[in-house]
């Protein structure tokens, strides 16, 4: 069970350890969105996305023996960097179970990170749990789960936190939240940081079209599970259906779930880049495409949408560009 | 003249409408450079350079019924979006003079933040100043010089006062700081920082081979004229001279300078996009290039790079990493 306690305890471990991201605003999404946008730049967190926050946060709250044996992880590529990273740093190993089909950046990136990585088939329906298993008999490694992990969801969590604060230093104190959503880790952190440390700011999940598994859960009222598994260029937030611990979260605290597609989401790439000056992955710009382009769905003069990871390959992005950054 | 007192002062009035850039890292750069990287990322801060900082700086500066008649600025781009912004936020009007060759983002943004943008031809030999001359006439709109002002260059230096912080809190007290350099408004202010706020940072400038007036002149002891005035990619940095103002500061405190050719900066600009998540631009790319390049005339185990701008067309910016973004 995550607690406003555990996301405390997180934020101070993470201190001097996570990097304190900014808000960016820009009077050209303003005029887009039509109502004040303010972003808040994760793809800007260590290893460029807000995994990293919750792998410090699950790696420092291990009991020193079992971190000093290592651990491992399975992850479509940022959890991946995210987790690789912060063993690092606690001088422990990692090992990463990643689907080939991942973006190439983030492969790379996670082996450079000096973790041992294991590619399994995605498409191909190979199970990522039974592969972890598999190493996992031998070596006997913790597993850092991409977001059904209380402490991850505390280390996530620290995002809200500073949301509530840098909103109201730009004068925002009611608006929706929207965080590209894929297990639910990040959402649920922050809506239990917004519970407590804002009166007006509230969760709103935004997944791609197709793999709105949280938008049909939280109508439901219960989990329920997407048809497909492959199919999006938002390879980081496709996961099939809600979290254990994320939904009974998020169906308490957020909003009702927004909805995007893949070109939504590459145009708001390009005007990330041309007003922000981010580099913003499909994935992680689906927040922001819906603050931009799905305005009828949000209440509020202001909204706040989480950019939460900026790991794409060259190719995309200049895809996103030539299609969408016409001046 | 130029003094800390009037740096801290920009501060000040500066305080609450600027935004504190971040200073980002990755253990990729480090790899690159032989040494630790810290990059001030200036392209996040308001209108996508570090112009906005002076521009807010000069406009507060105005006394009350000066400021009511308006401004005027003559830029290739990015003092003109700082100015028009500033402008624009303290209700008084802009007329910008703009070279007809900048990058078409500029000309747009400076038009969309509410400025009156008069193009002229820079290639063809028109003089900017005798065409602001000839506006000004009539309407006896203040003058916001790009660099030779001394509440520019104080706007600027609040740059370097949050670099030595934010260098502290990363643990570096002894670096180069390289800063991409025009007519050196911004490297005169930080220099003026660094020198009262640290004791072991320097500025160095850094500019595109054959514009290196400023590494000329720092050798020479003597203000050097290039020989072209078009001719780089790095529109933002190929000003003629060093500024009157600007040199004696940098003739007193900064380190020999540092040249970088265009495609370097194009490397840099990839590696930011991959490492970093940020959109740098040619002439912004400029600092982080030689850092990553030029290592052998760098002392020390880390060096400090300003990335001073993100405004690039997309085309460029494409160009970029398809040139230099294989990973």
Redesign the interface.
Known sequence: MSTIAMVKAAEKRLKGNV????M?TS??LDEVAGRKVLVK?E??QHT?SFKFRGAWSAISALPKEDRARGVIAFSSGNHAQGVA?AASMHKTKAVIIMPEDAP??KI??TK??NAKVVLYDRAGGEDRDEVANKINEKENLCLIKPFDDPEVIAGQGTTGIEITFQAKDLKVRDADVLVCTGGGGLASGIALALKEYSDNLRVRTVEPKGFDDYAHSLRAGRPVVNKNVTGSICDAIITPTPGLLTFPILNRLAGPGLVVTDEECLNAM?LA??C?????EPGGAAALAAALFHGEYIDGNAVIAVATG??VD?DM??HA??KY???
């Open positions: 990097r304190r991201t900014p960016l009077p050209f730049a793809c800007l460029g990273l190439k950046i790379e990136n450079a990170l390009a880049f041309k922000l000056k981010i580099v913003i900026g790991n060259k992005f200049a560009l030539s950054g016409e001046i």
